[in-house]
């Protein structure tokens, strides 16, 4: 059974930084696209992040390019966002997901096909 856990979550002002991680177990961690979603309050979940197995094939929403930075460790099944110089708009429930391809770096939630539970990060003003 796959469970992917996110942490690190918590308030923080505007400006700071913050380290998010999910731990992965149930799965070949190497062989999944792993990708960083996030959900405000009544808007749809959006693509974050995502890296492929190999960390060769990165990429980010535009609005946080230079900002944020997603990583991995297959040793340690983990999946990381250090997000930096945040915003109040980065607000939200931020989710972990993983998609069985190698490569392929997907922006639609619904090609993703494990779920973290999500953790929250606040960002006050």
């Known amino acids: 059974q796959v469970h992917l856990v996110e942490s690190g979550g918590q308030l923080v002002q505007a400006g700071g930084s913050l380290s998010l991680a999910c731990a992965a177990s149930?799965?070949?961690?190497?062989?999944?696209?792993m990708a960083w979603f996030r959900q405000a309050p009544g808007k749809e979940r959006e693509f974050v992040a995502g890296?492929?197995?190999?960390?060769?094939?990165?990429y980010y929403t535009d609005s946080v390019k230079g900002r944020f930075t997603i990583s991995r460790d297959n040793a340690k099944n983990t999946v990381y966002l250090q997000m930096n110089s945040l915003k109040p708009e980065d607000t939200a429930v931020y989710y972990c997901?993983?998609?069985?391809?190698?490569?392929?770096?997907?922006?639609?939630?619904?090609?993703?096909?494990?779920w973290g539970q999500g953790t929250q990060v606040t960002v006050s003003s």
């Open positions: 890296i492929n197995g190999n960390a060769g094939n990165i």
């Open positions: 997901a993983a998609r069985q391809q190698y490569w392929t770096i997907s922006t639609s939630p619904g090609t993703y096909d494990y």
């Open positions: 149930g799965l070949t961690f190497s062989t999944y696209v």
